[in-house]
Nanobody, 125 residues
Framework: QVQLVESGGGLVQAGGSLRLSCAASGRTFSSYVLAWFRQAPGKEREFVAA??????????ADSVAGRFTISRDNAENTVTVYLQMSSVKPEDTAVYLCAAATGGLVKPARNYNYWGQGTQVTVSS
């Protein structure tokens, strides 16, 4: 059974930090590109960051570059992808979802095969 389970969301003040985690199991997710997306109410799903299979290459949206860092841990049974969020802003408020792709390090959501349910991040001003 494929599972991507996010955790770590919550309420944080502007300028603060938060670390999101996503545990992926049920497939050989060490062979997948992993990514974070976010979706705010009334808005389209937005790419945040992606990381290559080995973790050696990352790709971030301009809106979070220099503030958010994606990383991963390719453990044998469960692969975990992290999103370290720093200097958060109210506009970062959204549901954050992790996703897995068999293809390359890409932005479009349609390229991702598996998705988690999401974790809410709320940034207060």
């Amino acid at each position: 059974q494929v599972q991507l389970v996010e955790s770590g969301g919550g309420l944080v003040q502007a300028g603060g930090s938060l670390r999101l985690s996503c545990a992926a199991s049920g497939r050989t997710f060490s062979s997948y590109v992993l990514a974070w997306f976010r979706q705010a109410p009334g808005k389209e799903r937005e790419f945040v960051a992606a990381i290559s299979r080995s973790g050696g290459k990352t790709y971030s949206a301009d809106s979070v570059a220099g503030r958010f860092t994606i990383s991963r841990d390719n453990a044998e049974n469960t692969v975990t992808v992290y999103l370290q969020m720093s200097s958060v802003k109210p506009e970062d408020t959204a549901v954050y979802l992790c996703a897995a792709a068999t293809g390359g390090l890409v932005k479009p959501a349609r390229n991702y095969n598996y998705w988690g349910q999401g974790t809410q991040v709320t940034v207060s001003s």
